[in-house]
């Protein structure tokens, strides 16, 4: 699943992340991703860029997700021999600190834009 916030005056101006590094940055903004779409509105913008800066010259240090792996184990019979059998059934890699303050660059630039057509951000 991912989330992306796009402009709506001009829809192929978009970020898409995965629903946990969305959540964290618009998190960040005073968004509560939780619904899984709302929007920014146009008034809204200098206050959502304001906490970006907030969070990027803050004195605390951005949050950050760790990543998340997970494997399944299955036992294949073959003519009377169990074979065990590992694989892969999901990887998150989650993000760092540097991922944050770069999604968090590119949700100012994409506002910056937005403020300058004029038009409201809706995210989904």
């Known amino acids: ?38 929007h920014i509105t146009l008034n809204e913008i200098p206050q959502a860029r304001r906490a970006i800066l907030v969070a990027l010259n803050g004195a605390t240090p951005l949050p950050s997700v760790a990543q998340e792996v997970e494997f399944v184990t299955s036992v294949i019979d073959q003519v009377g021999m169990p074979t065990i059998s590992r694989s892969l059934r999901y990887l998150d890699p989650g993000i760092d600190q540097d991922g944050v303050e770069r999604r968090l660059r590119e949700v100012a630039a994409l506002l910056a834009q937005a403020s300058e057509l004029q038009s409201d951000v809706s995210w989904y």
Do not use: H
């Not at 992340?17 to 969305?22: F, G, I, L, Q, V």
């Not at 964290?24 to 939780?34: K, M, S, T």
């Open 1 to 38: 699943m991912s989330i992306t916030l796009q402009i709506d005056r001009q829809r192929d101006i978009n970020l898409n992340y995965n629903n946990r590094n969305a959540a964290l940055v618009l998190g960040l903004l005073g968004i509560d991703a939780e619904a899984g779409y709302g």
